[in-house]
Every structure is written in C-alpha cells, then in structure tokens.
C-alpha cells in the first residue's frame, strides 16, 4: 500500500526556518518525481516544488524561490522541504504528493500524504 | 488569482447532473494533459481523472472528464450527498515551469 506521510510541521516566527519531510512506503520511491503543494487556511491548492527522481532537477513557484529547498534521499525513501525566512503567508497545510506518469510523458497526482500544518505567526 | 479558472461554487440536486469548468491558455491546458481532484473537508485531495478523461481504477464511473482547446471539464452525473466536495483542475505551465492549480469548485447538492 502506497503511504505519504509529513512531519514537521509547527509553530513559527516570521524570518524563521523549519524542515518538512515526506516518509514514503510502498513503492519504488527512487522512481517518482515529487512534489509539495500547499493549502493557506481556507483557500485552494497552490504548488510549491517538485524533484526529479535522481535529485537532478528542481522546480519552485516563484513565491519561494531563494528561500526554499526541495531535495531527497532515494536510500532513506524520504523527500524533504527547507523552508528559510518564512512569511506569514507561508501558513498553510502542506501536502507531498506523487507525481505519476501516463504514456511516459504526462504527469498527475496520484497519492497524497495527509499534510502538516505550517504556522507562521509572532 | 489562479492560472486557471474555476466557478466557485455549484449547486444541484441529487441524482442530477453537474460539470465543472477549468479555463487556462496555451501554455497549459492547451498543451499539456489535465486532472482533477476531489478534496473533502478536512482531507487530502484525491485523484479523480487523469490525462484529460481518464478514470483511476477505483474512481466511480459516474466522473467524466473533457477537453477542449484551453479548456477542462469535469462532469458528475447522478449526484449523491458525499459529492460535496471542493474539486480542483491542474496541469503544467509551459511558461511558468511548474504546475497550476484552478481555485477551486465548492460542489453543493441540494
């Protein structure tokens, strides 16, 4: 069975740092791009980064870019998400999700895990 | 503002017929596939079409999904209370290189 679980989460001030992670079981981890999608209380989904399968590829939306890192490690089946000088609108749940792939070239999400709450507040 | 654009909400009653559309550009719905996702409250999303219109194994076939130049649809035929539920488009942006998400659809069933 396919699991996602976060961690992480918490209570933080503005300008301050936390590190998220994504347990992942059930599946070839190493074979996977994923990613992190965010949800601020009572809004949508908002995508925050993904990772290629090797590491060897990052993409970010423009709102975190400088300030977040994605990375991963294949041998722990762990994704993780550093989040540097945090804002108050980085408050949000924050989802890893699987990123599959139909006909090798198409992508969607396929699982979720069941998210961590990001509280940024002085 | 979100990249792609979504109703905010929608309302029908049970046992009838809903879509839900997702407008975008060529950046992405025109040129990339799009999904859909069901998000209870308090929940994880979920998949619910793939690829424009295809149904994961386990999704109730009562779920549809279209696509139409730099446009989405999702549809929901015979509607039932535990269809309450916000439901998202996404896909990749071109431009952006990242993906987008719709605002969101908040479904009601009367």
């Known amino acids: 069975e396919v699991q996602l679980v976060e961690s992480g989460g918490g209570l933080v001030q503005p300008g301050g740092s936390l590190r998220l992670s994504c347990a992942d079981s059930g599946f070839t981890f190493s074979s996977y791009w994923m990613s992190w999608v965010r949800q601020a209380p009572g809004k949508g989904l908002e995508w925050v980064a993904n990772i290629k399968e090797d590491g060897s590829e990052k993409n970010y939306v423009d709102s975190v870019k400088g300030r977040f890192t994605i990375s991963r490690d294949n041998a722990k089946n762990s994704l993780y998400l550093q989040m540097n000088s945090l804002r108050v609108e980085d408050t949000a749940v924050y989802f890893c999700?699987?990123?599959?792939?139909?006909?090798?070239?198409?992508?969607?999400?396929?699982?979720w895990g069941q998210g961590t709450l990001v509280t940024v507040s002085s | 503002q979100s990249v792609l654009t979504q109703p905010p909400s929608v309302s029908e009653a049970p046992r009838q017929r809903v879509t839900i559309s997702c407008s975008g550009s060529s950046s992405n719905i025109g040129s990339n596939a799009v999904s859909w996702y069901q998000q209870l409250p308090g929940k994880a999303p979920k998949l619910l079409i793939y690829?424009?219109?295809l149904l994961p194994s386990g999704v109730s076939d009562r779920f549809s999904g279209s696509k139409s130049g730099t446009s989405a649809s999702l549809a929901i035929s015979g509607l039932q209370s535990e269809d309450e539920a916000d439901y998202y488009c996404?896909?990749?942006?071109?431009?952006?290189?990242?993906?987008?998400f719709g605002g969101g659809t908040k479904l009601t069933v009367l």
């Open positions: 690829y424009d219109d």
């Open positions: 996404a896909t990749w942006d071109d431009s952006l290189n990242g993906w987008v």
């Open positions: 999700a699987r990123e599959a792939r139909y006909s090798n070239s198409w992508f969607y999400f396929d699982y």
